[in-house]
């Protein structure tokens, strides 16, 4: 997925290349309001000492839930975790430390690490024009960090990711991935040794990392070499322009980090062709033609289990390739009214995030000029296999990760990330697993390429204080942690009510009421539904 404003549709043509040059930004700073400063009542902390007491802990590394447990922080680390009683009887009294400056009462509740979503865009006009939008909704939804491809341009992203660090914004915190050429003042590489010098400039300009497409081998192998050597992060969307010279496992040959969506798996799985047999009258300028036919490759290639399907995923995790599915994203292209009326939508989505969404031919991933039950079919069948694929390579030992690219196709920020997790579930995944993808897996991803130890992602002493405080078990029902709850039947009342939404979240030592991060998303939809009305 790609933010991209809307555009002429030649300009789709754009969407299935690499980016050729500085003018065509996937997210553009100048349609994007940086976040406002952050008011003295939003959030408290960091505190000298702060303590959450008397919650189940489950810490992110696979392990099962333990609890009760006091989290002692101070400032922005992780102090302490210690047992705070037996299971089944009273909380024991006058547990150190007996005073703190800022305490939290999680008994009964849940406590996780923050959530990683390596896979995010922070939107633009005319979606929705304040970053301020999304990072209340990722933080409302327990995501602590989040890896933009990319957030923004390259001079925003900087910033954001600068003031997010010092906290002065409300905001997670911030890696900054972008596309080959975006934000120096030179023509984009189109030379081994113009990519290499983008790289190294890439190194020196606050850049993470490289969201790459599926560019020219020989660009590839510099880009991935370079940044290697300067222990920049990689992920590719390996686009159908270039995947027939550039799959995941040729990437992955050359070094690629993670292969984000599906591109390029289902091509180098292909059994009968080399390239992907489309209709004749294909068009992928066209955006329903381009991901319908997507939806057609689940039975061109190697069926899930023969030797050629093991063997290509037994390359993989020789070669240590993370696979971030972004099964979210899609989701809508097999059951289209499910997302479309989804009941977040009035209070949450934005009205013109919501016309964003709606069929159009030069708005990105709005492809529903007729989208048929025959279409949904094919991407109902072709998540069957997609779900083996990331399925048997975790249960090989391959790492998978969480990310959700919303902003597109009916999934709101914040939403499309629980969605990943319930579809990471759907998947074959255990709960456990699955917040094992969302928070150790997508910090081992982004410290790897530093060579640095993770920082966040695992709760346990020394890690910085990202934390997830939720009132009902996310193992449970995974709905729970949506910022509307789950439905239910209240015994009490017997009607239907709505219980869970994350408590807290806690990033950097800072404890966010998530309920008012909403109301604050909340108010901003009706005041723009208000302003239309008056209009």
Not at 449 to 470: C, T, W
């Amino acid at each position: 997925m790609r933010g991209f404003r809307s555009l002429l549709t030649l300009s789709l043509v754009a969407l299935l290349l690499p980016i050729a040059s500085n003018g065509l930004a996937q997210e553009r700073g100048d349609n994007l309001k940086p976040a406002p400063n952050r008011r003295s009542d939003e959030g408290k902390g960091p505190f000298k000492t702060m303590v959450i007491r008397g919650g189940m802990l489950i810490d992110g590394t696979g392990g099962p839930p333990r609890g009760p447990v006091d989290i002692v922080i101070e400032g922005n680390r992780i102090k302490a975790v210690r047992g705070a009683g037996t299971p089944g009887l009273p909380l024991e009294a006058d547990r150190e430390p007996k005073k703190a400056d800022f305490e939290v009462d999680a008994t009964s509740m849940y406590i996780l690490p923050g959530f990683v979503d390596v896979h995010v865009h922070a939107g633009n006009k005319p979606k929705n024009e304040e970053a301020e939008y999304a990072y209340k909704l990722w933080l409302a939804h327990g995501v602590t960090t989040v890896r933009g491809v990319p957030l923004t341009d390259q001079a925003l992203s900087v910033k954001e990711k600068e003031r997010s660090a010092r906290n002065e914004i409300v905001a997670p915190r911030i890696f900054n991935y972008q596309r080959m050429g975006q934000g120096w003042d030179k023509p984009a590489p189109n030379t081994p040794e113009a990519a290499r010098e983008y790289v190294r400039w890439a190194a020196e300009n606050s850049i993470d990392g490289l969201k790459l497409g599926s560019h020219r081998p020989e660009i590839m192998a510099a880009l991935l070499d370079e940044a290697k050597k300067l222990g920049l992060g990689s992920t590719a969307h390996l686009d159908q322009g270039g995947v027939a010279q550039m799959s995941a496992i040729k990437a992955a040959r050359l070094g690629l980090g993670t292969v984000t969506h599906f591109y390029g798996h289902f091509e180098s799985l292909l059994k009968d062709f080399v390239v992907q047999p489309y209709p004749v009258g294909q068009n992928s300028s066209d955006e329903y033609m381009r991901f319908g036919q997507v939806a057609r490759l689940w039975d061109k290639i190697h069926p899930p289990g023969s030797p050629e399907w093991k063997a290509y995923l037994e390359e993989h995790l020789k070669l240590g390739t993370t696979f971030d599915p972004t099964l979210t994203i899609y989701s809508a292209g097999r059951d289209l009214m499910k997302f479309r009326y989804a009941p977040w939508h009035d209070k949450y989505t934005l009205p013109s995030l919501m016309d964003f969404y709606q069929p159009s031919r030069t708005n990105h991933g709005a492809y529903w000029y007729d989208w048929t039950t025959e279409d949904e079919v094919a991407w109902r069948n072709f998540y069957q296999v997609w779900f083996r694929l990331m399925n048997d390579y975790k249960k090989m030992g391959g790492r998978v990760t969480t990310g959700s690219d919303s902003g597109f196709i009916y999934q709101t920020y914040g939403w499309g990330y629980v969605n990943e997790l319930e579809m990471l579930q759907e998947a074959g995944f255990h709960p456990l697993e699955v917040i094992q993808s969302a928070t150790m897996n997508g910090a081992l991803t982004l410290s790897e390429p530093r060579k640095k130890p993770i920082e966040f992602g695992v709760i346990r002493a020394g890690m910085l204080a990202d934390l997830v405080i939720a009132p009902e078990n996310p193992l449970q029902n995974f709905k729970t942690l949506y910022g509307n709850g789950a439905l239910y039947l209240n015994e009490k009342t017997g009607k239907e009510d709505w219980k869970g939404g994350v408590k807290y979240t806690i990033k950097d030592g800072i404890v966010y009421d998530a309920k008012m991060l909403l109301a604050d998303v909340a108010a901003m939809v009706a005041k723009q539904k208000k302003e239309r009305a008056q209009k």
